[in-house]
Nanobody
């Protein structure tokens, strides 16, 4: 079972990045896929999540209107990030879980990728 996050990098404020999460080793049928991020010295925080069939998407207030989560037929997951701000700087993690409680609760997600660094700076 593996989640492989990629697509991070250095971008100027106002720029865009697209993160990818490649899913391999099993199918997460019925699982919610999510993105979290962790800035230095801070707790890991919820960013966005998407239902197994892609029909429902959810966002933290801090990224609503700027980020878009999606998934393809192979169930890989993407996070399109536009209008990036310096406060978006963090390591971004993709995760999968049979979420029964709060989508924003990282303890609801059983599987995690290794993280990809996003730095927003001029």
């Amino acid at each position: 079972v593996q989640l492989q996050a990629s697509g991070g990098g250095l971008v100027q404020p106002g720029g865009s990045l697209r993160l990818s999460c490649a899913v391999s080793g099993r199918t997460f049928s019925g699982y919610v896929m999510g993105w979290f991020r962790q800035a230095p010295g801070k707790e890991r925080e919820y960013v966005s999540s998407i239902s197994w069939n892609g029909g429902s998407t959810y966002y933290a207030d801090s990224v609503k209107g700027r980020f878009t989560i999606s998934r393809d037929n192979a169930k890989n997951v993407y996070l399109q990030m536009n209008s990036l701000k310096p406060e978006d700087t963090a390591v971004y993690y993709c995760a999968a879980g049979a979420v029964r409680g709060l989508l924003a609760d990282k303890d609801e997600y059983e599987y995690w990728g290794q993280g990809t660094q996003v730095t927003v700076s001029s």
